[in-house]
């Protein structure tokens, strides 16, 4: 039976959104080619009609997910990303969260192509929270983004150490109350109270 055009590209996208998925959860190195084509319904031997190579989907995968991540950021102000980012749902949410946390440290290790898109993606996170953390009127351009890769590094530094907890430690509950606080605390006074 032969697949139209809408179909094939809807494959391709439910493929990408399931790696998406299944690479922030197990890591790039954790999820074959196989389990994940299995995983979205299809057979191994579909993979390569739709991508050149495992590296392709990691890096339009993350692109998937980094978007998600903006959109998601883009409804929150400051205080208000701090508090849905550090906290244990996310923490235990990693298929759904965030991609920074999840694949950071696996995305330093591959192409260039996959941490270009990584770039990107923290690159437009930081200037979309940036233009929104609180500032002084007299404050210098750019004051605002300078403050948000501190919090970003923090809240994603949060997420990792906690995640890297077994789930029933209170270390794993400690990092991520300790952090938000003073994240929250460290805002200018108006700010920090939407705690």
């Known amino acids: 039976m032969r697949v139209t055009k809408a179909q094939a590209q809807a494959n391709r996208e439910h493929i990408v959104e399931t790696a998406s998925e299944l690479f922030r959860e197990r890591g790039f190195d954790g999820v074959g080619v196989a389990d994940l084509m299995a995983a979205a319904g299809f057979t191994h031997g579909g993979f390569y009609k739709h991508f050149a190579s495992k590296a392709d989907l990691m890096a339009e995968a993350s692109a998937c997910s980094l978007g998600k991540s903006l959109t998601g950021a883009q409804a929150l102000d400051v205080p208000g990303f701090i508090n849905v980012y ?14 920074m946390a999840a694949l950071g440290g696996d ?21 979309t929270l940036g233009d929104k953390y609180p500032t002084a009127p007299e404050a210098e351009a750019g004051e605002g983004g300078k ?9 994603v530094g949060a997420s990792i150490l906690s995640r890297a907890c077994p789930d029933d430690s209170t270390l794993a509950d400690e990092i991520l109350e300790v952090c938000r606080a003073q994240m929250l605390a460290s805002l200018p006074a108006d700010n920090a109270d939407a705690e």
Do not use: P, Y
């Not at 403050?147 to 809240?155: F, P, T, V, W, Y």
């Open 86 to 99: 550090v906290n244990r749902e996310h923490r235990d949410g990693r298929g759904d969260g965030c991609t």
């Open 107 to 127: 995305a330093a290790r591959q192409s260039d192509e996959v941490r270009a898109t990584f770039a990107e993606g923290i690159e437009q996170t930081l200037q």
């Open 147 to 155: 403050k948000m890769i501190d919090l970003r590094s923090r809240a």
